[in-house]
């Protein structure tokens, strides 16, 4: 599939089966994978859409959806060993959507050879559209992404609730995010923020984002050091960063956070 067909492919799930649901769930369209851990019809629905034509178009490549993850953990192990996988968020910030936030997003990402190679993010509500190639630039609804110049003070985000509040050296303190990585990244990418902290990172909410930042001249890197692969588990968690240099500085300040 072109770059501009897998786009289509998100918007046209999003009509379909996403957004006659936004803020007109029945309650038995709402349900919870673990305590907390929310999931809806849409979720399901849009997942199996966006799987089936990715599979029609690579037949020999896997796709990691999140949903069926859920349903069948061998399917990380699959995708840790595959030369050619795919990426399936069907409703990132569930829980915003469930409580009627539009910020929430749509997300697939491609990796090859445990590289993310394409991705995009469809912000349905905010009819946003990020789409990143590498090596061939981040794009915003059609127009080449750029990360502005940091100003005075590095802000930093934090998806992790027991890290709100800390502060790292003389940083300022970190604030929460948006609470959709679908959002956080391209938040990143056009200055709302000069680095996120994120735990536990899942291929599916990250791999689509950290290309995004990393064509917009963003670094993304776990807190040992390491380049994010979503093929592997960074220790920790992972820093998604303006640039390379605000990366190298967090880096040398996360063993303050706690590790719970």
Known sequence: METDDVLTLLKD???EVVNPRFRGLADGEISEKNPGDLVTVADREA??????ALRRAYPDALVLGEEATAADA?????FRAAAHAFTVDPVDGTKNFVGGSPDHAMMVAEVLDGAVVRSWIWQPQHERAYVAERGAGAWGNGRRLERPPLGDGLR???SRRSWIGRTLGTLRALDLTWVCCGVDYPKLVEGAADY??????????HAPGSLLLSEAGGFVGGFDGSPYRPQLDPPRGI???ADRATYDVVQG???ALPHR
Do not use: H, N, Y
């Not at 997942?47 to 089936?52: L, Q």
């Not at 061998?74 to 699959?78: I, N, R, T, W, Y």
């Not at 996120?196 to 909410?205: I, Q, S, V, Y």
């Open 13 to 15: 799930v999003a009509e």
């Open 47 to 52: 997942e199996v859409r966006i799987t089936e």
């Open 74 to 78: 061998g399917l990380m192990k699959q």
């Open 156 to 158: 930093g985000v934090t």
């Open 196 to 205: 996120a902290l994120f735990g536990r990172p899942k291929p599916w909410d």
């Open 239 to 241: 820093i998604s960063a």
């Open 253 to 255: 300040l996360v063993d």
